[in-house]
């Protein structure tokens, strides 16, 4: 029982104890929350708000991509894509795939901050490269540990 993404207030979650800690956390975060006396809903794409991608990019693991908008306050997570091993011209033909499926209207592409630093292999960032082949990232600083 797949049951997707999931949005819920941070008390939510602290007033649930989870057992799961591989693909079943799903149904159980899901009959928990309802236990509680929850309600679940599902949140619609809004066909006229931006659609806004975050990158999770790996060099030596997967490379993972979150479709969201954000509308009044409110954010929407639309879909998600994660696999490795692969160049960046991949993953582009994935946003095209998810653009041309969904209708989505691209706002910004929000990369991490090692997205901007330089590849020892081609000499150029892979926000560049991006740029390069069609999309406007935003690269992020980093963050304090």
Known sequence: METCYKMMRSDV?????????KFDIEPEITA????????IKEVPKDDYAQV????????????????FQQI??????LDYYENNGEALPHYLNILEQRKDKYKYIYG????????????????GSLANRAYELGIKPVV??????
């Open 52 to 67: 806004h991608t975050a990158w999770d990019i790996g060099f030596a693991d997967s490379t993972a991509i979150f479709w």
């Open 108 to 123: 910004n592409h929000y990369m991490p901050h090692d997205a901007g630093a330089g590849n020892m292999q081609t000499g």
């Open 13 to 21: 979650v602290r007033n649930i104890t989870l057992k799961s800690n």
């Open 72 to 77: 009044q306050g409110e954010l929407r997570i």
């Open 32 to 39: 928990k929350i309802i236990k509680k006396g929850y309600k």
């Open 140 to 145: 992020l600083s980093r963050e304090p540990d």
